[in-house]
């Protein structure tokens, strides 16, 4: 996963506010709440980027260069051991933003980003963020808000890797990444969901057996398919609505 030239999205200069989708919206949630004088600020200074599948956009230790607002697509929020083993800690789709620290006025991420499947991104410079957000309130609102979910999706993984099962996390992580890519295909690997579970690969595979006998998913290697997400949610441990519950409630209180 290492990041070199070779791993940079692909970009398109001159966006604008029309520019993803084939219906011509924007994909990213923060970017449409955003009024018309903040749009008109903020869209100048951003780039439409590809994001291809892997791809790092944030190395924890390392300077937060840009931030990214995606429009489709999955951003996996890492936490790295010495030892090289990962563990994640939050999911961000089209929701929020990639590098909130700078908005709070740090300067290095804590966290590896890594993309989960290829999606699309508004990508903007951090000092031309820093310069904007004096002049876009509302941005720098949402952006907080969404640091707050964040935060408590991060609370409530932490007890879910501690006290839940491996398919109860394996069945939360599918609905979770369901929620933000939109399609019932997942291209996941055994290693790759034993990193993201902290687990090892036997359990992984043990856990996707099961939801398959369930007849919740179809997997194979290199691939998940959801086949019948009301059953996923059976078998997903509490955790999952507990957090949606808890962006509901938030999201009812700032309307």
């Not at 951003?46 to 790092?56: A, C, D, G, N």
């Not at 609370?155 to 398919?167: K, M, P, S």
């Amino acid at each position: 996963m290492a990041r070199d030239a070779a791993s940079r999205p692909s970009k398109q200069s001159n966006p604008s506010p029309g520019r993803e989708g084939s219906d011509g919206k924007i994909g990213n949630l923060i970017l449409r709440s955003l009024p018309r004088r903040e749009i008109d600020q903020l869209f100048p200074g951003m780039e439409f980027v590809r994001l291809k599948l892997h791809q790092v956009l944030q190395e924890a230790g390392e300077a937060i260069r840009s931030g990214y607002f995606l429009n489709s697509g999955l951003g996996s929020l890492l936490t790295t051991h010495p030892d090289g083993k990962t563990v994640e800690v939050g999911l961000a789709g089209n929701e929020g933003f990639i590098g909130v620290p700078v908005v709070f006025g740090f300067k290095t991420s804590a966290l590896r980003v890594v993309t989960q499947g290829e999606g699309t991104a508004y990508r903007v410079e951090v000092d031309t963020l820093l310069r904007i957000l004096p002049r876009c309130p509302n941005l720098g609102k949402e952006i907080q808000r969404f640091a707050m979910v964040l935060g408590m999706q991060s609370t409530q993984l932490a007890a879910c890797n501690r006290l839940h099962d491996v398919v109860e996390r394996l069945a939360r992580w599918l609905l979770m990444s369901h929620d933000r890519i939109g399609s019932p295909a997942l291209p996941l690997t055994q290693e790759f969901l034993a990193q993201m579970l902290g687990t090892r690969r036997a359990s992984v595979t043990g856990a996707a057996g099961t939801l398959q006998r369930a007849g919740s998913i179809e997997y194979s290697m290199g691939r998940v398919r959801i086949v019948n997400r009301g059953r996923l949610e059976e078998s997903a441990c509490d955790c999952y609505q507990a957090i949606e519950r808890q962006k509901q409630r938030w999201q009812e209180e700032a309307s």
